[in-house]
């Protein structure tokens, strides 16, 4: 176990970032056994008397599969009304397999000019932190079903990475289905490599970045690497980690060499 990763079985502030590629089949139609592996390891990681506030994509995705849709719409109305519906869903569906393992969810949604005005910043912030208090898991997206152009975040990457800031995490573990940062696309590359640890992102590895991704969520490895940057450069470390088995959230925590650490050791 090196000394990076070491420091993360400290951490005591945990955001988790979920993207829709884990939550869903290929088909769009939920993966139970997923998320409810998902909501165990969360509930394992507050009996150890850590703070974790999960970051959940999904809404449209989930609308999709529930209105029984063949693909994402494209207006973005559509779009709107579909996260509406599949922003409910989600949340049933955390909230039953939270409490299988006694734990209670709450729903915060955000739009951009909630989080860039100082005043609404500050009530986010304090309704998080009264949910960790009582020991309730803030469930946070994008508010999709008003959310446009000037007033959207785009991505759960970025949004990730700004909750991590908003609630001063100690680490940021961005799921996804891919395992970690190569250094070129794996999906067109047979010789890429997984990096494990990056100490620090270059240029050179931004180039890196191009274009990995699932098509079900919005973010590709661009995004989750300008989210790792803006969670470093205040101080919080990041892992990128595959999401199809979640337990990997534990390994992450005992320290165990999984997906890449962006380290701000
Ligand atoms: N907020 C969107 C949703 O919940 C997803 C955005 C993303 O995949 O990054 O459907």
């Known amino acids: ?155 759960n990457d970025t949004l990730s990475a700004i909750v991590a800031l908003l609630v001063e995490a100690d680490l940021l573990i961005i799921l996804s289905d891919i395992d970690g940062f190569y250094d070129c696309d794996p999906h067109k590359n047979n010789d890429s490599h997984l990096i494990p640890v990056v100490y620090q992102i270059t240029p050179k590895l931004e180039e890196c970045a191009g274009g990995a991704g699932s098509r079900r969520g919005t973010g590709g490895m661009i995004t989750k690497l300008a989210a790792a940057k803006l969670a470093n450069a205040q101080g919080i470390d990041v892992v990128m980690a595959n999401g199809s088995e979640p337990g990997v959230i534990m390994d992450i925590i005992e320290g165990c060499n999984v997906g890449t650490l962006f380290t701000t050791r």
Do not use: W
């Not at 884990?22 to 998320?35: A, D, E, P, Q, S």
């Not at 165990?40 to 999709?64: C, F, M, T």
């Not at 009264?130 to 975040?153: M, T």
């Open 1 to 155: 176990m090196s000394n990076e990763r070491d420091t993360l079985t400290q951490a005591k502030k945990i955001v988790v970032k979920v993207g829709t590629s884990t939550l869903t089949y290929k088909n769009g139609k939920v993966n139970f056994t997923r998320i409810d592996k998902l909501a165990r390891a969360l509930s394992d990681l507050v009996n150890q008397d850590r703070e974790v506030v999960l970051v959940s994509s999904g809404a449209i995705g989930v609308g999709v599969g529930k209105l029984k849709l063949k693909e994402k719409p494209s207006t973005v109305q559509q779009k709107q009304a579909v996260a509406a519906v599949g922003q409910c869903e989600l949340m049933h569906i955390y909230s039953k397999f939270f409490s299988d393992y006694g734990h209670i969810v709450g729903q915060i949604l955000l739009t951009k000019n909630v989080v860039e005005e100082e005043h609404s910043r500050q009530n986010v912030i304090n309704t998080i932190e009264a949910l960790l208090e009582n020991g309730i898991v803030p469930i946070v997206n994008e508010n999709d079903s008003v959310a446009f152009d000037e007033i959207e975040f785009g991505d």
